[in-house]
């Protein structure tokens, strides 16, 4: 990926390159140069594997400068065109496995053996919350640096899916090839062999969990149960526990709080939401004047610390599970910061700022 990075940033002053993102910023408003930046590999990978040629992996800088010859010699046409395509109209809609195991976790550890309801906003494909109704969310493979080991201490804890539901804004059950490109690096491909993911994916009719588009943040989500309005919605105070991942992050801090208010409002009081993103825990002391962040008193907590966003993604340890605790009168009464993960991969767990204050209330449930 760095070869590609180091080919492309070599036409930072070519007209030609100019010309080719001028272009892609003109069709689509909701771009940023980070988005673009993001999306850019996956959509080259999607190209490839289209073809079925996997010869890319093994790419050096010289063999990505002919490619990005290719694209801005002609942009009109042939990859040039289909690079452009992808880049005005897809998302980032890479999902990880690996990253639903701190929410299986805390799921584990609060409603052992209990039959529960799951809500999974933000679900891609929903590869994630059917891996935790088939209990795989724990592989067993994670480098786990919590004191008392927790994953393997919770790895043989029954967790009983009875149901649940997935949304995205996108409807990505017919577009896995999309979903597959954009969650393997490159290095990644043969390793993890792009079939096997795809047949994974593609194989996943025996869940209990329904996949649905819809809007985290539409006003109208989440509806009193009787309402007329089958389908898209999401019945008020349904499910155990919410989940989000890795999607708050692509949002403003009003949307933020808006999506947080429809995950609390379809969780049952005394349920959990989940939210694991690239945003910590922090007291005002320890947060830089220009660090964004969102007072957790603006979700109605008792706390003074703040949800704050990290912007260096890749930095390692910016990727955090929060756990957000409804009250029995449906209100967000505690925030806890529970793990610390290496990175949007999940190799590695750690203690979070609230860990042991974690524990400590699961062991009081
Ligand atoms: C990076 S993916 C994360 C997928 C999965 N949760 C994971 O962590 O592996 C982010 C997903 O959030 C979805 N998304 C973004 N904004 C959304 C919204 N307002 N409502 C529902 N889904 C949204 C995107 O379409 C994308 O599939």
Redesign the pocket.
Known sequence: MRALYGAWSGYDDDDRMGGFLKGIFHDRRDYDPHTFTSVLPKAIQYLFLEDENDDYTGYGRPEWTDFVEQVIGKQQEGVGKSLSRLLVTK???????E??LPPELILKSRFPGQSIELL??????G??IRAIERGQGSTGKIDDQTDDQISKQLKDVHLRVSGGVG????N?ENQLAW?VA??LHFNEVDKLGFRRLFKWLDSQEKSNIGVRQ?????RDLVVESGSSLPGYHLEYASFDAA?????LF??NDS?VVR?LGNLRRATKPGGLVIA?DFFGLEESGKIDRDTPKIPLKDLGIEDPRFIVRYRDIYGGHAYRTLLLELDHEQRFSRAMEVFVLDG?KCHQILPGTDYQSFLESAANM
Do not use: K, P
Request: charged share 20%; proline share 0%.
């Open positions: 998302r980032n809609n890479a999902t990880i496995r990253r639903y999974d906003a933000g679900c891609s494909a590869i994630g949304i995205d804004l996108e990505l979903v954009c969650s819809a809007n985290i943040l539409d989940m989000i991942l890795t999607s692509q949002m949307d999506a694991q949007g």
